[in-house]
Each structure stands twice: as structure tokens, then as C-alpha cells.
């Protein structure tokens, strides 16, 4: 199940890259990015901004899932079976279905096509999400694929899964761009509902394998922005031998609109200034890890 | 910036354009004083541009460096009546019209009505062109089928090579001596008119070396009053002009006053289309900057001054008035120079210099989008030449625009040039190829493909006007296949491209006939061994082009009739060609399910992909290695200027979900919007098209500033372009601003006045385009990262 396949992506590992998200993720962070990745099964979209509430996608609904409530028109999610049947009624194109069953060589040759891109640039293919644990086989097929096709591979995750998985997909990946949210595992909860703990040690356990490693913090102030957390953090990469870098990503409100469009809740997280807040974090972190720090992807 | 180019600049961007009267009226008394003697006709021009020459008002202005103007003053233009008899209404409407407006006092106005007009509004040119073609052809014209470049301005689009700085004009009319000779000795029956072009060259040559000994006196007078500092300055520009462009030139500031005089020599001969350019700065002038660098004569930031001041002279020279369909298709000030730098040497390797990058500097700094630029890259050039280009191009004015050298080199191969030629070649104007100094590459006019289009929907009729323009070709309602529905719109292209070329071939011999142009011939080989004029089948290679739009828009809207009508057959004939009648009123339903669910160009989509490379090879078909009256080619290439504006005002609805009215897409970019998957499946699409069987194509891709922020980012969009151009594209070019921007810049202009975009093939500051092609610019799709 692929949410969306972006090409051109810049900030997704080395050079110019296709990016695959696939959907499902075990974490549900508070101040996710890709809410529409999360669940596992395809999902609605709606943006109500563009809704004129004319009503074609009422009459379009297969299952009575629809109906206008003042102005605009209103979905009852348990009821919807996300079938996409008013996804073309709609003419201001307010509805989408976020995920879509992919075979392993349809993706391939969706990626092939940016192959000189990669070629030129260093660049290749990147599985994020979601999380690619969630789906391992499909992303083993995916790498494997890729692989045999001399095309650079990168796995995005958050590192919550069982290890015999991670170390599959070791196997067949250049690359791993690793998240290090939190490393008290009491705040890990809080705001992601799940413990570090089997992150963390899948990170031991992963450098040990030597492939390389950019760790990845996307930086959330007021939350992992404080210098006790970002030492620890530090601590935590300068003893690993196979990372590489260090990529502090600002914090961003892109999921918000997206998690509204989903009938879901999103924590609107004081954006303070994200950019100078990930810069000073930069800055800490520079003085002890020992490898590049970088901010943004 | 030093104080002087600061002050220059300011003046430059702050005087408003003005017509001058001067030029016409100069030119009139010459032809009224003329017309009983038995001059040739290009020893008259001659004569004509030794007069304008010997008689216009001449300007230094207060801090210059670099000096001449083609007017009395800065932003001062004069006008062609020879060319294009402006009338008063023409005059009455220029300083208020919304775009491009120029001022133009009383006296002009009484000039142009007392003496100019009655002279020349039988006489001119334009009069000549309409009253040759045929009623089809005006028809064809009206309809907005096709533009004509030369029916209020001359062939142009001419770059210079290196012979100027080597030979300067004493040398030229050496070559010319040698020729006369030659002639002299000849018995062949022509050998009376080439020694009379010949003459008249040789006169061209001494009226541009007396311009520069007018200025020379000029500066010398000015010096006794000046300031101990500017009387230094003024004296050596005195010095300058009395050497140059008569001589070859010892110094930088020769070889750049060389050239600049050489400019003023052909745009005061002629208002060409588009108007002269240098060409290769970097590779022509670098023996001077290397020596006077290294003998302690001029310093990097001195050297960058004189070129600063180059700069603003292109800028003080808005394109001279146009008016009518002339003034739609191409609405703006620039003149199209185009200042190249980069690309190769003469065995092929990698020619970037120190001059290079000081090039790339001075472009950064002036920010002026009348002065045109552009690296030539190959894949000799190094990454830092292209990364310094690109930390340029993100400053967001759209300079330089970017081209393939390497492509460019098997583009010049195809069409049967030189290994040396093309590799001393490059893009001039907005993207086309030219062989400089050895090569008359005249643009001719626009072609619109989704007009075609519209026409073969309905059986060769406008539905604009219920006329029948083109030929029957059946009624789109009883195809069977696409296929039947292609080949009819090739049958409608091959007539109108009949047509065009018909109408060209005359107007080209008008020129050659009527209007010679001896002091452009003199710089361009091989004018002067043949003995024959620029206009007339002295350059080596004469080529014409007639520019194809559209090629996003007709793709799409063919791709709609292929996918709905034939392939999976939702959408009938009949149901679609109403909904086009109707503009899509009361089709709202069908509108939004073309407009969703059409493969369209831009989206590395194959089904939409292959109808780009059908409708670029019928257009190749119809025109490529047709002969043109000078012993040269029709050649085919892809950009618009503004016309797709002006194209898009004259199509109605079309199958795409286009409704009537609507720009086109520009040059082979995508419809605006369409394109959805990002920038690599526009560069695969677009690189589906065979640029190196073109002679030019023009993509512009927006980019968010976000985007290139940071140099990882920078790098990554440098793989971008060597991809591109390792499938062989021709020219990219980037708009690199966010729509909020340009937004705020429509409400509020006044505090936008610097804010400069790339539009087609050049930037313009954003205030100086009408709303329609604001809009578009707005409409087109900017990449950006999620």
C-alpha cells in the first residue's frame, strides 16, 4: 500500500530521488508530517476550503456515507469504505484517496523512469512513509528490485519494529535514514504512543551491520529542543560508529491542513520561529557528535 | 557597484521611453533631397546611414565610460518610417496606451504629420509587405494563424564573432578593397551590382568610423570643463573613439567601445529583428582583459566597471516602437541582445575563463532585464561554472538562461555547418542558434499549432468568424480513428505552412530588393567575398525560421480527443465540438472530467508524450530543408515570446478543457498547471521531443525559492540541467519566485518596481507585462518541495 510516490525529491538522502511512502506507521506522533500515512488502510481526503457544496459527490456515494451539512458536505468515516466513487464527481477537486495498491514492478518501473536523474546527481530511490517496517516484505521486494538494478537504496524509518525486519532490509540497503525523536523514553510515549526503547536498540544493533546511517531529528521545540535532550541525543550518535550525519529538520505545519482533511485532530504545535530553533539545536549538537550536522534533509 | 554605475543605473531604470523624431526626419530630407539622383539602392542606404551618422544629435552622459546612444539621449529611440510609417493615431496612443508606452512630445508630432508621414506612409515597407500577399494569406493573418515578423521590422537577429576586434573597419574595407578588385577583374554579368554593394559597405564603414571621431570631438570639448578627474576620463574616451572602431582595438575599453559602436551602426541602420548582440563576450574580449590585467593596466574590479557600463548601454535602448500585432507578439522593451559566455574553444574543450565568471558577476549585479544573458554549458564546462550560474539564476530575474553547447553542436552539424563554425556558434536572441558572424538566422514569425487545431475541428472553418481559411478536410464527426483526425490536422498545417513560406519568400526578396542592409554586411562573412547583402545571400548561411506554439496546449487538447473520443469512448465527437461551441457553458460536467482525467504533456506520460512527438514531426515535416529565396533553409524551432498570449485570445475552447481565450503554453513548456508530477517528468517529457533536429526550444520551469536555498539543494538542480542535457534538451530557463510574491506584486506595483521575470526567452520587469500575461506567468506550475 503506497500513499504517494514523489520524484524529485531533494531531502530525502543523497542526490536527486524518487521517494516511495508507504502507508502505515506503529508511531502516531503528535506533529506527523504525513498524517495520511499512519493508518494502514486507504483513507478519504477532504478539503472543505474548496468544497461549494454542490452535492455531486452525495449522489455519487455508492454507500450513503455523504451528506451536506449547511454548506458543505460532510462524510461519515466509519461509514465510508474510502472507494473513491466521488473522487472524479467532485469538479473543484476537493476528495482524494490517499493510498493505492502498487505491484513491486509497476513501482520499479515508475522509478526507472528518473534513472539519468540518479545516474547524474548520486541520487536513487528512497522508501519512507509510513514506515517501511510496517510493510517489510513489500519493501524488501522494493529494494531487492532496486538493487539488482544497481539503483542507490534508502530506507526512511523511525526504527519501531521487530529486528529480525530491520535486518532484513539491511541486507538490501545503501542507505538508512533513521529518526532519533526523543530519547527519554517517558516523553517518547507522551507524544508518540510508543517507547524508544526498541528504537534505540535497533540503532545499536543496526550500526553494528555497518551500513551507513544519517540520523534524523526532526527538531520540535518544546519538546526535544532543550540541551539535555539534544546531549543526550548526542551521546547516543557518538557511540555508533557507521553514522554518517546528522540531519536536524525543522519543524513544518504541512500536516496539519492534511490531518484536518482527514477528520483527524492535529496538535497545532507552537511553530515559534523553526528554523533558528533547528540551527541552535545544529549548533549543540556540532560540538560533540563528530560527524556533519546538517539542517533540513 | 561603484557610485558611477549605481547613479547610470538609476537613470536608466527611471527614464521613461521617448520617441524621437529625429531619425525620421533626418531620413526623410536625405530620400526628398535624393530621389533625383541615380544612386544603387545600397549605395542610397549607404549614403542614408552616412547621413544619419554625420547629422544626429550625439550624448555623453555625465559619468560614462562606455559611450553612444542610438537616439539623442538615453531611453530615447528613434523610429524606421522606411520600415514602419507610424501614423498620429500610432503616435497619439503610444504614451498612454497600459503596456509599453512611450512619450512623445508635440514636435515630434508635428514632424511626423508636416514631413514624415506624407513622405513615407506609401513608401514604407509595411505598405509593400501587405500589399503583396494574398487574400488567404490575410486572412490566415487576421484569424491569428500565423504573425509576420517583417512587416514593421527588418532582418536581424545577428551576432557578431571576433573579426571586429581584429580587423576594426580600417581592415574591413581592406577585405572590401580585395573584393572590389576581384569584381573588378570579373566579367560576370552581376559583376556591376556586387561592386555596388560592395561601395556601398565601404561607405558604411567610413560613416561609423566618423561617428566615433564625431564622439571622439565630443569628449574632447566636454574635458575643457570638467572636473581634473572626468577631464582624465573624457580624454581617454576621446583617445578611445578616435582609435576605435577604426582600428583594431589595444584595450578593454577599446575592444568594448568597438563593439558598442558596431551595435549602434546596425540598429541606427536598420530596426532589426531582433537587434545585433556580441555574442561570446567572455571568449572575444578575454586576449584584452588577460593583457591589461597583466601589464597593470586594468584590475578586476576596474575591468567590471566597463563592463558594468556595457551593460547599461543595451539598457538605454528599448526596442523602438511597435504597434498592432507586432506590438502583441512580442510586448516588450527588449531588443533581444543576447551576451553569451561559456561553452567551448576551437578544439572543443571547455573555454570557461577568469572573464567568465566576472561576466556572471556583473549579471548578478546590474539585475537588468534588458540586457540578456546566458551560459553556454557543455559538459566539458566544470560543475562550478554551472553552480556559480545557478547562485545567479536563484537570485530570481531569470539571467542567464541556460543552454546545451553540445546539443547546440549537433544541431548546427544537422543543418550542414562547420565543425568550427558551430563550435564558434551559440543561441542568440530568446534560444535560436546562430553561426556568429557567418550566418543571417531570420526569424520570421509564429505559427499557432492549437489554432490548427481549432480549424481542422471544423472542417478548415474559423469558428471565430464562420470564415472557411483552410482547406476541407472532413467533418471531425465522421472519423473513424484518431489517426484520420491527425492526418487532417496535418493537411490543415501543410497549407497554412504553404502559405506562410509563400508569404515569407516574397517579403524576403522586398528586403533584398528594397531595403539592403551594407553596414550589417560588412560584419557578417560571407557578405563581402560574395559581394552581396545580408538580406540579399551574403551570409554563408542564410536560414529563416518560423517559430511553432503551442506544441502543450495542442498536445493535450489531441491527447483529450484521443483518450475520451476514440480510445475509451465516454465523450462523443458531437457532445465535445458543442461543448467547445459553448465554450463549455452548460458542459460543466464534461469540462471537469477533461480537464481531470486527460494524459497531458509534461507528466512523463507516453500516451500524451507521443502526440508531442507527432505534432513536433509534422511541423518538421511541413518546413525543415524547404529552400528560401537566398540560397539558404527553412528550419524549424519552438518559442513564443508573448504570442502565446495574443495566439491564445484567437483559439476558442478546446478539448483539454481550455476555454476560449486562454494563453497557450509557452515554448514547449507544459500547459500551465497540467504538468503535476514534478520537474524530472517535464524534462522527460520534453525530452522526448528531437531538439538537435531544431534550431532552438524554449522550457521554462518555475521553482519555489524554498527550494534552492541551500547549495546541496543548488547542486542537485545543476543535475537537474546535465540531465536534461545529456537527453540532449536545448535551453532551460527558471523563474525561481513564489506566487505570493508575484501577487503582491499585482496589488501593489508601485513598491514592485524592481521585481524582474523571466517571461519566454527573456525577463521584463513584472510592472511592464499586461494583467493577461501576469496571470499566466502565475498560472504556470511551481515546483516546490512537500
Known amino acids: 500500500m503506497v500513499f504517494d510516490l514523489k520524484r524529485f525529491a531533494l531531502h530525502d538522502g543523497p542526490g536527486i530521488r524518487t521517494t516511495v511512502f508507504l502507508k502505515g506507521c506503529p508511531l502516531s506522533c503528535a506533529w506527523c508530517h504525513n498524517p495520511e500515512s499512519q493508518r494502514t488502510e486507504p483513507e478519504l481526503l477532504f478539503w472543505e476550503d474548496r468544497c461549494t457544496g454542490c452535492g455531486a459527490c452525495v449522489t455519487a456515494c455508492p454507500v450513503e456515507a455523504v451528506a451536506m451539512a449547511g454548506e458543505k458536505a460532510a462524510t461519515d468515516r466509519a461509514r465510508c469504505t474510502a472507494c473513491g466513487a466521488c473522487v472524479p464527481a467532485c469538479p473543484e477537486g476537493a476528495r482524494a484517496i490517499a493510498g493505492a495498491e502498487w505491484s513491486t514492478d509497476d513501482l520499479v518501473q515508475e522509478i526507472e523512469r528518473d534513472l539519468l536523474f540518479f545516474d547524474q546527481s548520486g541520487g536513487g530511490v528512497t522508501l519512507s512513509g509510513g514506515e517501511p517496517l510496517a510493510q517489510v516484505a513489500f519493501a524488501h521486494s522494493i529494494l531487492t528490485a532496486c538493487a539488482k538494478r544497481r539503483i542507490h537504496t534508502a530506507v526512511d524509518t523511525c526504527g519501531y519494529g521487530a ?10 540497503t545503501d542507505l538508512f535514514l533513521y529518526d532519533v525523536k526523543q530519547t527519554d523514553d517517558e516523553l517518547h510515549i507522551e507524544r508518540t504512543g510508543r517507547s524508544n526503547r526498541p528504537i534505540l536498540e535497533n540503532l545499536e544493533r543496526l550500526d553494528g551491520m555497518g551500513r551507513p546511517i544519517w540520523i534524523r531529528c526532526p527538531l520540535v521545540p518544546g519538546y526535544n529542543d532543550d540541551r539535555s535532550t539534544l546531549d543526550e541525543l548526542a551521546a547516543i550518535v557518538k557511540n555508533l560508529s557507521s553514522v554518517r550525519a546528522v540531519h536536524v529538520l525543522p519543524f513544518h505545519r504541512g500536516g496539519q491542513a492534511k490531518s484536518k482533511g482527514l477528520g483527524r485532530e492535529c496538535e497545532a504545535s507552537q511553530e515559534g520561529d523553526a528554523h533558528a530553533a533547528a540551527n541552535a539545536a545544529a549548533e549543540i549538537l556540532r560540538l560533540s557528535v563528530g560527524v556533519p550536522v546538517h539542517v533540513g534533509g | ?98 503596456k509599453t508606452p512611450f512619450q512623445v512630445d508635440e514636435e515630434a508630432r508635428r514632424r511626423y504629420e508636416e514631413e514624415v508621414i506624407p513622405f513615407w506612409s506609401d513608401r514604407s515597407m509595411r505598405q509593400h509587405v501587405f500589399a503583396a500577399m494574398t487574400p488567404e494569406w490575410k486572412a490566415a493573418f487576421d484569424a491569428g494563424v500565423f504573425t509576420e515578423f517583417m512587416e514593421q521590422r527588418a532582418p536581424g537577429h545577428a551576432v557578431l564573432d571576433d573579426k571586429v576586434y581584429r580587423l576594426g573597419f580600417e581592415g574591413f574595407k581592406e577585405r572590401i578593397a580585395k573584393a572590389v578588385a576581384r569584381f573588378e577583374a570579373s566579367d560576370a554579368p552581376d559583376a556591376a551590382d556586387r561592386l555596388a554593394q560592395l561601395e556601398a559597405m565601404s561607405i558604411c564603414c567610413d560613416a561609423i568610423i566618423r561617428f566615433a571621431q564625431r564622439h571622439a570631438e565630443l569628449a574632447s570639448e566636454l574635458a575643457e570643463t570638467a572636473t581634473p578627474e572626468r577631464r582624465e576620463e573624457l580624454l581617454r574616451i576621446a583617445e578611445v573613439c578616435r582609435h576605435v572602431p577604426r582600428h583594431a582595438p589595444r584595450t578593454f575599453q577599446e575592444a568594448l567601445q568597438t563593439y558598442w559602436f558596431t551595435h549602434l551602426g546596425a540598429v541606427i541602420e536598420l530596426n532589426e529583428w531582433d537587434s545585433l548582440s556580441p555574442g561570446r563576450v567572455d571568449q572575444w574580449l578575454y586576449p584584452f582583459y588577460r593583457q591589461d590585467v597583466d601589464e597593470g593596466q586594468l584590475s578586476p574590479n576596474s575591468a567590471k566597471e566597463l563592463l558594468a557600463c556595457f551593460w547599461l548601454k543595451f539598457s538605454n535602448q528599448p526596442a523602438p516602437p511597435k504597434v498592432d500585432v507586432t506590438e502583441e507578439q512580442s510586448a516588450t522593451y527588449n531588443d533581444f541582445t543576447l551576451i553569451n559566455v561559456g561553452g567551448v574553444d576551437e578544439n572543443g574543450e571547455d573555454a570557461v575563463n577568469e572573464l567568465s565568471y566576472l561576466i556572471l558577476d556583473v549579471i548578478e549585479e546590474m539585475k537588468l532585464p534588458y540586457t540578456g544573458s546566458c551560459i553556454q554549458l557543455s559538459k566539458t564546462n566544470p560543475d562550478r561554472f554551472l553552480v556559480r550560474a545557478l547562485e545567479v539564476i ?124 551594407p553596414f550589417l554586411s560588412v560584419l557578417v562573412d560571407d557578405c563581402i567575398d560574395r559581394g552581396r547583402d545580408y538580406n540579399d545571400g551574403g551570409p554563408r548561411y542564410p536560414t529563416t525560421y518560423i517559430q511553432g506554439v503551442g506544441l502543450g496546449t495542442a498536445t493535450d487538447a489531441l491527447s483529450a480527443i484521443r483518450d475520451h473520443v476514440f480510445a475509451r469512448q465516454t465523450v462523443s465527437m458531437d457532445d465535445l465540438i458543442a461543448a467547445l461551441q459553448a465554450d463549455f457553458e452548460g458542459f460543466e460536467g464534461l469540462r471537469t472530467k477533461l480537464v481531470r482525467e486527460t494524459p497531458c504533456f509534461g507528466n512523463d506520460d507516453d500516451r500524451a508524450d507521443e502526440i ?100 546541496t539543494s543548488l547542486r542537485k538542480l545543476g543535475d537537474l540541467v546535465r540531465t536534461f542535457f545529456r537527453l540532449d534538451g536545448h535551453h532551460i530557463q527558471f523563474n525561481v519566485v513564489d506566487s505570493e510574491t508575484l501577487l503582491r506584486a499585482q496589488e501593489a506595483p508601485e513598491e514592485h518596481r524592481d521585481l524582474i521575470v523571466r517571461v519566454a526567452g527573456y525577463s521584463d520587469y513584472f510592472n511592464n507585462l499586461d494583467r493577461e500575461l501576469q496571470d499566466e506567468i502565475i498560472s504556470r506550475t511551481a515546483h516546490e518541495e512537500v
Request: with cysteine.
Open chain 2, 394 to 517: 536563484r537570485e530570481g530575474f531569470g539571467q542567464p538562461s541556460v543552454f546545451n553547447t553540445d546539443a547546440i553542436h549537433q544541431e548546427f552539424l544537422r543543418a550542414g555547418k562547420s565543425l568550427a563554425d558551430a563550435r564558434a556558434g551559440g543561441p542568440s536572441g530568446c534560444v535560436t542558434i546562430s553561426a556568429f558572424g557567418k550566418e543571417s538566422c531570420v526569424l520570421t514569425g509564429y505559427v499557432n499549432w492549437p489554432k490548427v487545431l481549432e480549424l481542422t475541428l471544423h472542417d478548415g472553418v474559423d469558428p471565430q468568424t464562420g470564415r472557411q481559411l483552410g482547406p476541407n478536410t472532413g467533418d471531425p464527426r465522421s472519423f473513424a480513428a484518431f489517426d484520420e483526425l491527425f492526418e487532417a490536422y496535418r493537411t490543415q498545417l501543410d497549407h497554412f505552412v504553404d502559405l506562410k513560406v509563400e508569404g515569407n519568400d516574397r517579403i524576403a526578396r522586398l528586403f533584398a530588393e528594397r531595403l539592403p542592409a
Open chain 2, 612 to 711: 508531442a512527438r507527432r505534432l513536433f514531426d509534422a511541423y518538421f515535416d511541413a518546413l525543415d530543408g524547404r529552400p528560401n529565396p537566398n540560397g539558404g533553409t527553412y528550419r524549424v524551432n519552438l518559442l513564443p515570446t508573448t504570442v502565446h498570449i495574443y495566439f491564445g485570445q484567437k483559439v476558442g475552447a478546446l478539448p483539454n478543457g481550455r476555454r476560449a481565450g486562454v494563453p497557450l503554453s509557452d515554448g514547449i513548456s507544459p500547459s500551465q498547471g497540467a504538468d503535476t508530477r514534478g520537474p524530472t517528468a517535464v524534462i522527460r517529457s520534453v525530452g522526448k521531443i528531437d531538439h538537435v533536429r531544431t534550431g532552438g526550444t524554449l522550457l521554462n520551469q518555475r521553482f519555489l525559492p524554498d527550494v534552492l536555498a541551500d547549495e
Open chain 2, 1 to 98: 557597484m561603484t557610485t558611477r554605475v549605481e547613479r547610470l543605473r538609476d537613470e536608466t531604470i527611471g527614464s521613461a521611453p521617448t520617441v524621437s523624431a529625429e531619425r525620421a526626419q533626418l531620413l526623410t530630407s536625405f530620400y526628398r533631397d535624393l530621389e533625383t539622383t541615380q544612386h544603387p539602392v545600397p549605395v542610397q542606404r549607404a549614403l542614408a546611414l552616412a547621413h544619419l551618422l554625420e547629422h544626429q544629435s550625439i550624448h555623453i552622459g555625465e559619468d560614462e565610460l562606455i559611450v553612444g546612444e542610438r537616439g539623442p539621449a538615453p531611453k530615447v529611440v528613434p523610429t524606421y518610417p522606411e520600415l514602419c510609417c507610424h501614423t498620429l493615431d500610432d503616435l497619439q496612443s503610444l504614451p498612454t496606451r497600459p
Open chain 1, 163 to 172: 529486528w529480525e525486519d530491520l535486518a532484513a532490509l539491511a541486507e538490501v
